[in-house]
């Protein structure tokens, strides 16, 4: 089945982010598989691109809006070349695979939905998606709590359906010891990551008197979110304590220097930063959001708090810094679980179970049709 796919993904951009480094683990996972595959980037470029290991099956469209006739027309061109089994939408590129579909109805379309706001997602959400969800064939998960919301409200049959966890390709470097603590937030700054119950947990700390460097590694792109953290950090008084990185391309050097790796959103899907720290070897403290809590076993294997619980989120934070032995254990813990269950060979594996099982959808209607 492998050997007969041609997986053409489309991602919007490669800017730093959670969807955007899962198309491109997933474009050189298939790629060092040998199996034919196209990465399309609708809009901007941005510096995941350096990641990627063979760039020749890459296209950039150049995308200025959703009506945008000759980057759409530079896509249908490709797709008329290249001939893909399969288009892989991550996140708002459905929009314009549905329209692909249209054109080229044998293509089989799968959806990547990476919505990160899924613990506040409902029935009456994404109506659009919903409302032409028949012209998708299947759908990846990032979550059970996104799987669950796909199975309720699209049209598309149960057993293609399917949650598969993302997973991180990184290189680990050695550790480098620092002064003081490093407590590492991997997070665009934006509100749904929470970065002001974070720095209340910091608050916390310091009134107790731990010394500690807190470095927020993301995009400052959302102005407005940017300027109240930012004005939170000096009312505060946390300007010598927090240091503001912007979008890190760096990963592994940057995981290097922490101590703890934190994340205090109040929602997520599955954060490849958390699956990151795990195989960084650091503990971790996150909010019990997403598939966090199954990624950290339950809290054998790090710090589970519940959002916006800045007070419970400092007493997590300085337990690992601090109860060394009870620390490097959940990191040890973490490291092995992420090895184990969210590893690149498993996606792939799962990935094709879920080709198959539309393939078996597509011959029973076929098989139907026949019939009448």
Known sequence: ????????????????????????????????????????????????????????????????????????????????????????????????????????????????????????????????????????????????KIKEWNIQNLKVKEKCIVYIPNFPLIE?????????????????????????????????????????????????????????VKEKVDVLNLNENVVFLGSVINISELLSKADVGVLSSISEGLPIALLEYGLAGLPVVCTDVGQCKEVLGNGDFGWIVPPKSSEKLAIAIKQALFDTQLAKGKAEGLKKNINDNYGSKGFIKKYFVLVNNIKDVEKFAKHKNSLN
């Open 172 to 228: 680990i470097n050695q550790k480098k010891k620092s002064d003081i603590p490093i407590l590492l937030c991997l997070a665009n700054i934006r509100d749904q990551k929470d970065h002001i119950n974070l720095l209340e947990a910091c608050a916390f700390l310091r009134g107790e008197n731990v010394n500690f460097k807190l470095l927020l590694a993301g995009s400052l792109e959302d102005d407005n979110w940017v300027e109240k």
């Open 1 to 144: 089945m492998k050997k007969d796919c041609k997986i053409l993904q489309i991602v919007d951009s490669l800017d730093i982010g959670g969807t955007e480094r899962m198309s491109v683990n997933i474009y050189n996972t298939l790629t060092s598989y040998n199996i034919p595959n196209y990465l399309v980037v609708s809009r901007k470029v941005g510096p995941l691109y350096n990641f990627i290991k063979k760039k020749n099956n890459v296209l950039f469209l150049n995308k200025r809006s959703v009506l945008d006739f000759f980057a759409f027309f530079k896509l249908f061109k490709l797709i008329l070349n290249y001939k893909p089994s399969i288009i892989h939408a991550h996140q708002t590129s459905i929009y314009w695979s549905f329209i692909l579909k249209l054109l080229f109805p044998r293509i089989t379309v799968i959806w990547h939905d990476h919505w990160g706001f899924s613990d506040l997602l409902t029935d009456t959400d994404r109506k659009i998606i919903k409302f032409f969800s028949f012209l998708i064939d299947g759908v990846v998960c990032v979550n059970d």
